[in-house]
């Protein structure tokens, strides 16, 4: 079973860039969606949630289609320190639930000076 | 607040053997999770808890088990460890803040069986 799809790159993007990645969901009962970031040899980090109505957060936008069944991040005015893989998250509970989640295999960008 | 720790961080196991990852959370959080990561196959759940003397199976259960005795912690045991148990595990923690159970996690333990 493979319920996160996520194109795993590398993204290879010029300091400055707007970049964006998306990734599909079987699961047409997912309730809740979130962005973590993962930095080399390092844990996941919550950075975003995913709000059905769009949300942004600085520089990062994060939108849901569930007609279409994906999410997608984009970052804007790109850092060399947003580095790192995203992680897509998606659970079939309001708020994540209590039992886990489900994470897709992440998508590596690298942010280039 | 320390957030959640690990121990070990680096092992090296040979074949049969057996250990027990420790898992500690100073947040007060509900519910603990064991994840292993490998590459190219993303996070997985192995086992969780949603409160203390309370365990449950995730996708991934099969070679290994857990303990939740005390709030605060969460062992994960390898009884025989075997090559395909070569992973990093991650614990993590989470509660209710808002309408998102925002998952903590630790640094990881990265495990090789030889």
């Known amino acids: 079973r493979k319920e996160v799809e996520q194109d795993p790159g590398p993204f290879n993007v010029p300091e400055g860039a707007t970049v964006a990645f998306n990734c599909t969901y079987s699961?047409?009962?997912?309730?809740?969606f979130f962005w973590y970031r993962q930095d080399c040899r390092k844990e996941p980090k919550l950075l975003m949630s995913v709000y059905s109505s769009g949300n942004e957060d600085g520089r990062f936008t994060a939108q849901l289609n569930r007609a279409s069944q994906y999410i997608s991040l984009l970052i804007r005015d790109s850092k060399l320190s947003d580095s790192a893989t995203y992680l897509c998250?998606?659970?079939?509970?309001?708020?994540?639930?209590?039992?886990?989640?489900?994470f897709g295999k992440g998508t590596h960008l690298i942010i280039q000076p | 607040n320390a957030g959640v720790t690990q121990t070990p961080k680096f092992r090296v196991l040979k074949t049969g053997q057996s250990m027990t990852l420790l898992c500690a959370q100073d947040m007060n959080h509900e519910y603990m999770y064991w994840y292993r990561q490998d590459p190219g196959m993303g996070l997985r759940l192995i086992h969780y808890s949603v409160g203390e003397g309370t365990t449950a199976k995730g996708e991934v259960p099969d070679g290994y088990n857990v303990s939740r005795l005390k709030k605060q912690n969460f062992l994960l045991g390898l009884e025989s460890a075997a090559p395909s148990q070569t992973s990093v595990y991650f614990c993590?923690?989470?509660?209710?803040?808002?309408?998102?159970?925002?998952?903590?996690f630790g640094p990881g333990t990265r495990l090789t069986v030889t």
């Open positions: 699961n047409s009962a997912s309730q809740s």
């Open positions: 998250v998606v659970s079939p509970f309001n708020g994540g639930g209590a039992d886990g989640l489900t």
């Open positions: 993590a923690s989470s509660t209710l803040q808002g309408w998102t159970y925002e998952q903590y």
